[in-house]
Each structure stands twice: as C-alpha cells, then as structure tokens.
C-alpha cells in the first residue's frame, strides 16, 4: 500500500525500484491505516475506487460513506450482498451526503443500464421488466459453443481474453450473474438476497463440490477447470444443437419481474427471430420494458464483459461524480 498527499505517479514503480519517499509512504495493505489516512486527508473530495472483488473491501463501505469519502466500485459484494450491509451502505451515504456509484456491478458491466433506469424513474416512468443476456461472459460461452467448440476449450478461450472472474467457477455456477441481477433488482425497489434468484447455471451438478489442486506444483486453476469439464461437454453442445434443430438459439435469460418480484436467470431456447438472440460474442442484451417504453421494450446492447469494458464503466463513473463536485466560481461585482 502506498500512500502520498501530494499525488503519486501511476507509471512509477513503488515496490521495485528507487522513488523519492520523502512524498510518499510504503507499508503492507492496511484497510484501516487507509481510513485513517483518508480521515486525516483535509481534502473535502476524497474518493474510493475498488477495483477489488473482495469482501472485507466492500465490508468497509459503510465506514467510508459516513465519513464523507464517495465510493466507485466494480465490486459487487456490497450491492449484492447481505441486506444488512446493502442498507447499512445507503443509511451512511444518505447521513454523510457522500455518493456511491456502482454502475459496473449491474446486468450491463460498462453499458448505461443502472443509470438509465435511475433516469427513467426519477423522470416518472414506471418500470414493469428489466430482461436479457446479462452475463458477457456466458453469452460467450454459449456462442462460442453453437459454432462448434466444447464447453471446455471455449472457458479457456474466455478466460485467456479476460473475460471470466479471478474464480471462473462463478460465472459457470451463475453466481456472477445473480449478483448482477440483485444489484438490479435492488436499484428497482426489490428486497432481493442471492438465494431469492432462481437460477440455472453451466456448471455440472457432479462438479458442484469441485475444488482445485492448490499445491506448489499444480496447474493453473483454469487450466484444471477446464479439465474437469471436459467429461461433460456433450450436455450444452446437446441443448445447443436441440435448439437450433428447432429454429431457436439457447440463451443464458435473465429477468427482473417488477410486477411479480421473481429474479431469475436459465438456460431458455428462444425463436431466432427474437431481439434477445442477436448477442455476438461477448455482448450483453438488456431489454427495459416500462409505461413509455411498451410494447416495444428500450434495448441497450455491448461487449458485456473484459477489463477494458469495465474500466471504461468505472472511469464513466468517475466522471459523473466529478461533475457534481464542481466548484463554480462567482465573478466579483464591483
């Protein structure tokens, strides 16, 4: 961890090579060292960004929002975690008028999708459906099967263009996307938890309980993932083919019923002919269905995953925040 008021230069290296640290300190990874320092900070504007997928980051949110520090985040344990922790981060952001921006962590990664809906409810419309493919990475996957290549190869091809999470595990188990689709349902209005979205997911149940080598010697854990799977390949390429025998696509469909409360994400053949089949490659689909946008549903499409696409999310983040703590200066009048 590296610490410095006056700034520090993001292509130095702090670690490794000779700095001048009379403008900076260098110790081990603190949370609440960083607090403190944060704190001390006479800094009115002072901002988080996590880059991290870790909980016990998102578990100092709170702490941070109280203390006036605004939060950017790619993290979705916070949004999409324990109701308790999830209130506890809107109280403190409401008590301290500190703001927490999360768009990166919804159904469309880097697309406008939580931002859009905030606008169209804030301007008065009524949202009934919020659904599509909200997973880059699955739908990936399940294209990169339907044009002929095994479950197994295809995770190894995601994963080698930064597609996947540090864990693969939690895309192919869904919980990536369930993530997603609480912090979605929760920026809607519903008391979501994890458990409450009914999902389907590409991991076979005889893998559920799978855990990898973590010895010196072992290979990577994509590489033993990949191995794992590949005794089960033949049961998506199956329902692949069985789809498109059948003039339909088989798509990874998540939805958002504001009407029922029912979240859910499954494996669903859809006709060719449908607007949620069109996704190429990593893109993902969001269809918003809502008083002025029926029948006919708004539909946002993009790349849906990859580091690129995110950072790119997280810095339209940045922005957005910096726009609201602009200082006006008032001409003098003599």
Avoid at 83 to 89: A, F, K, Q, R, T
Wanted: a negative charge; one cysteine or more; charged letters at 20%.
């Amino acid at each position: 961890m590296v610490l410095g008021y006056d700034g520090l230069d993001l292509q130095a290296d702090y670690w490794d090579a000779p700095q001048d640290s009379s403008r900076f300190t260098s110790q081990p990874a603190d949370l609440v060292e960083l607090t403190r320092f944060l704190n001390d900070d006479f800094n009115g504007n002072r901002v988080i960004i996590d880059c991290s997928a870790s909980q016990e980051v998102a578990d100092m949110y709170p702490r941070w929002l109280a203390l006036g520090i605004h939060v950017i985040t790619a993290n979705k344990k916070a949004g999409s975690g324990p109701s308790e922790l999830y209130n506890d981060c809107r109280q403190a952001q409401e008590g301290a008028s500190a703001q927490w921006y999360y768009e990166t962590t919804g159904p469309g990664s880097g697309l406008p999708v939580l931002c859009t809906l905030k606008d169209m409810v804030q301007s008065g419309d009524t949202v009934h459906k919020v659904e599509g493919i909200f997973s880059g990475t699955i739908s990936y996957l399940t294209n990169a099967v339907a044009a002929g290549l095994p479950l197994s190869e295809a995770l190894l091809q995601a994963h080698a263009l930064g597609l996947c999470e540090p864990d693969p595990r939690d895309d192919l188990t869904g919980l990536d996307v369930r993530r997603k689709i609480v912090v979605l349902a929760r920026e809607l209005g519903l008391s979501l938890e994890l458990a409450d979205v009914i999902t389907e997911q590409l991991m076979p149940v005889e893998l559920s309980d799978w855990e990898p080598d973590t010895s010196d010697n072992a290979q990577p854990l994509i590489e033993q993932l990949s191995a794992a799977l590949a005794a089960y390949d033949e049961r998506l390429t199956a329902c692949v083919t069985e789809a498109a025998d059948n003039g339909m696509k088989l798509v990874p469909l998540g939805s958002v019923d504001l009407s029922t409360g029912i979240a859910s994400v499954t494996m669903t053949p859809l006709p060719i002919s449908s607007r949620l089949t069109r996704a190429e490659a990593n893109d993902n689909i969001i269809a918003i269905s809502s008083e002025r946008y029926s029948p006919q549903p708004l539909i946002i499409q993009g790349p849906g995953a990859g580091c690129e696409i995110t950072a790119s999310g997280l810095f339209g983040d940045m922005l957005a925040l910096s726009r609201t703590l602009v200082e006006w200066t008032i001409p003098k009048i003599e």
